[in-house]
Structure formats: C-alpha cells, structure tokens
C-alpha cells in the first residue's frame, strides 16, 4: 500500500530544521505484515530526544529512516500467526521488541532483548525485515516503529493493547516519555514512600520521573534543570525543592537541604555534567541511575574510592527496566485514577506537515513532549 511517511535521507543536519528540512513527506511503499506483524493505523506520535539525536548526528543511524517511536494507533491487519490482536484493537508502540526466548527476555528484562537491540541497530523489525520501501529502495525502521507515518507495519512484539477509550494522543505518551521516566523511579531504583528522589533533566522522560516519584510516596522529590519554566512545571506536578542546574553551588545546596544528598538521582538530560551532578547529590549509600542517552564518545569520571567507601550504586536504565506488557497497562490504570498525571506534559500537537518546525522547538527546549497528529 501507499502511505506518507517523514524520512531522514542524510545526517548531522543544520539547525534551524525548518530551513533546512531533514524530514521530507515522501510518499513510500509499505508491505503488508509478516506473520508475526501488524498494520497498524498511527493516530499519534510523539517527539523525543531519541529522534532528535538521530538528526543531528549524535547517535547514527543507517539511513534512509522513518524517525519516530513513541507512538500509539489502531490495528488495521494482522499477519497469520497473530491470535490475540484483530482489527480495530488499540495499541501502543514500544521501542524494543522482545523475542521472549532469549536469556534477557528469560530473566524478565525485555529491555534488554538481544534479538531486539540487533534489529534496531540494524533498522529492521523483530524479523530481520524491513517493510517500508521508496521507489523500490529499502527505507530503514526506526527502533522498530517508524511512527511518523499515517501507517506502520511493526512486530507483534512492539505493540501493547490498550482500551478503546483513551485518546492516542495520551496514549502515545506511555509508549516512551512515561516507560522511560516512569519505570526509571519504579522499576530501576525501586523507591520506597517515605524516601528521597533527585531528578536532574527536566525533559519528557525527567518530569515523567517526577511524577513516578511523586506516585512512590517520596516524601522528598528534588527537581534540576536549566529552564525556570521547566522548574515551574516541576513543581506544579508535586516537586518539593527546585534548584536551577547552573548555579555553581547547586550541588551543595541540594545536600544541605536533604540532609546529606538523596536515597535516589536520577540523571534524564543525556549529559555528562548532569549525571556528575546526580552523583555528587546522592547520600552515602545511596543509589545514582542514568536514563539519559548520552552522546556515545561520551566518558564519566567519578571519585572511585566513594563507589567503596560510601557503598554507592550505580545503574542504568533503558526503557526504565520495563517489561511493556505489564508496565503500560499498569501505568495507564494510574493515570486514570489521577496518580499519574501524563497528560500535564503534553505541551502541543501538530500535523505531520509540520513536524520540522516542531523539532526546532524540541531542540530549542521549548514544549516538553510535541505529538503529531493524524
């Protein structure tokens, strides 16, 4: 079938990105799924930092490439080996298929799948396919979604039903901003009600953070960023204490009003400084994690002998330790009973026509999550 699609042809690009257009609306050929795959409708998707790294050129890509993966849509066909989706059935998207088979998928951590981290580093679906051609040349998959298209054909392993009543363009919110930021302060640091959290990046996945935070129960949620308006929503979502990364005595301040650093930071900007400035604001004994995609030549220093003699933890967290399946319709049900207000950093929607425009606001750190609209 025919679809309209917004493909990236060649990186880094140029800022501004509505000068320079990396995004072209071409019109390209989408084979129908495999047995194990879906037609899906997208209704919405959302822009992220994942997708803005690929233009720019901080994390490569094989290319060409439909960007997008945060994303939510209705299933259109299902492929023959596919028993439990039909027709009309709701989804959303998550950025790594799981096979289910390998020792990863065995241990519970999806998030880890190898099978899955393959394909997408190879820009092809579970299979090994790619389904998405232009004027028949192969258009690579992005994280096995693609979802900047009026139509995907992703694995059955990618989606997760949902009910038929949440809108997309919510919905779409939990396929990365909430997974991410969510399960970071849930899933990776486990925090406890009565404990401290530091988040240190304000973006989609850092204010999502915020929120699971909040949810936890910790009595303490200390908010870092570089944007007073970021800070302002920070606090507005239940933050306790807001302090302006900049500040050459930020690190001390947040200590002196914790007593000591935090029992948890979490470092969301994809930046080396800001998880240096996470570890430094964590307790003794306390547990530092990183969910933020730095730029790959990118190293961290940190005082080894406090690692032993202070028994700190250190941890990473991709996909916030999610098992999909499980997490999205669980933090959906919180959003619904008011716990988890997701809907607060949804800053704009727009159409497809102007999603260049809409990164440079991304870029610029000017809306929170931006979601494109079908």
Known sequence: MKTRAAVLRHTPVERPYSTTRPLSIETVDLDPPGPDELLVRIGAAGLCHSDLSVINGDRPRSLPMTLGHEAAGTVEAVGSAVSDLKPGDRVVMSFMPSCGHCLPCAEGRPALCI???????????????????????????????????????????????????????????????????????????????????AVVGLGGVGLAAVLGAVASGAERVVAIDLSEDKLALARSLGATDTFVATDPDVADAIREVTS????????????????ELAYRITRRGGATASAGLAHPSSQIAIPAVSLVAEERTLRGSYMGSCVPSRDIPRFIGLYRRGKLPVDRLLSSTGPLEEI??????????????????F
Do not use: M
């Not at 000591?260 to 998880?275: C, I, Y």
């Not at 260049?356 to 609209?373: C, P, S, Y």
């Open 356 to 373: 260049n425009e809409a990164f440079d606001l991304l870029d610029q750190g000017k809306v929170i999550r931006h979601v494109i609209t």
């Open 260 to 275: 000591g650093g935090v029992d948890h930071a979490l470092e969301a900007a994809g930046s080396v400084k800001a998880f």
């Open 115 to 197: 099978p899955g981290a393959e394909a997408n580093g190879k820009g092809t679906l579970l299979s090994g396919e790619r389904r998405i051609r232009c004027d028949t040349v192969p258009v690579h998959h992005h994280l096995g979604v693609s979802g900047f298209a009026d139509y995907a054909v992703v694995s059955r392993r990618s989606a997760v039903k949902i009910e038929a009543d949440l809108p997309l363009v919510e919905a779409a919110l939990f396929g990365c901003a909430v997974l991410t930021g969510v399960g970071a302060i849930v899933n990776t640091c486990r925090v406890q009600a009565g404990q401290s959290v």
